[in-house]
């Protein structure tokens, strides 16, 4: 299943509220800042976190958000399944029963792939709390790196298929297991970058947007 950015912005945005309450509301204008999400976009977000109870909304001049649970009693699958509807690799996992409303469901080996792979995900994401995500957060602002980036390639404003050139120069120059940080804003190269990881064989490790723009991790395999 691939994670939208609604939830990835639904994610950072409890975690910056978790981190900067302190008692008081947290200005939705002081989160889009701090994670560089469009401030129209994370609106349509808070909402739907309010709605879902995992946050509370205070109005008024010093208004702002506060969460609605512990962090640790709020599990990322849960805010995933609020904001994109069930973790499922196929629309028939989604759907009731293994093969949900499917035709060929009788006669098709992979439905009991497709129910493995949504169980397994909806483990990984049910197990995993904000609490958890906070602590992996809180390394980072006390100076722990959270990978082992050797090098940092820009590719911003450069069009596709150069990003992709120029990543396959600079991992021939990189040892096995050092982890190749790429920035990128090109729509091409943001569907061809994992891709191009997969078809070369190289460990895709993630990405992270900040608007348009977008942060790939790649870790050299071969």
């Known amino acids: 299943m691939l994670i939208s950015s609604k939830s990835e912005y639904g994610i950072r945005a409890l975690m910056d509220i978790a981190l900067n309450q302190q008692g008081a509301p947290v200005n939705r204008s002081a989160i889009s800042q701090r994670q560089q999400i469009p401030l129209p976009y994370l609106t349509q977000v808070l909402r739907i976190l309010v709605g879902g109870g995992l946050l509370k909304s205070n109005r008024g001049p010093s208004g702002g958000y506060t969460l609605g649970k512990d ?9 995933v399944t609020l904001l994109q509807g069930p973790v499922a690799p196929t629309g028939c996992a989604a759907a009731a029963g293994a093969g949900g409303e499917c035709q060929r469901q009788d006669g098709c080996g992979l439905v009991g792939v497709w129910s493995e792979l ?5 483990n990984v994401l049910g ?16 100076g722990e790196p959270e990978d082992d ?22 991992m021939r120059s990189l040892g096995v297991g050092q982890i190749l940080e790429v920035w990128a804003d090109d729509e091409g190269a943001k569907a061809d970058i994992p891709a191009w990881c997969m078809g070369t064989g190289n460990d895709f490790i ?14 050299k395999a071969v």
């Open 71 to 79: 962090p640790a009693s709020i599990s990322i699958l849960e805010v």
């Open 118 to 122: 949504k169980s397994s995900s909806e």
């Open 127 to 142: 197990q995993t709390s904000l609490r958890d995500i906070m602590a992996g957060k809180a390394s980072a602002l006390s």
């Open 149 to 170: 980036v050797t090098e940092k390639l820009d590719c911003i404003g450069v069009p596709c298929p150069l990003p992709i050139v120029r990543i396959a120069e600079t």
């Open 206 to 219: 993630g990405r992270e947007e900040f608007g348009e723009q977008m942060k790939f991790l790649i870790r």
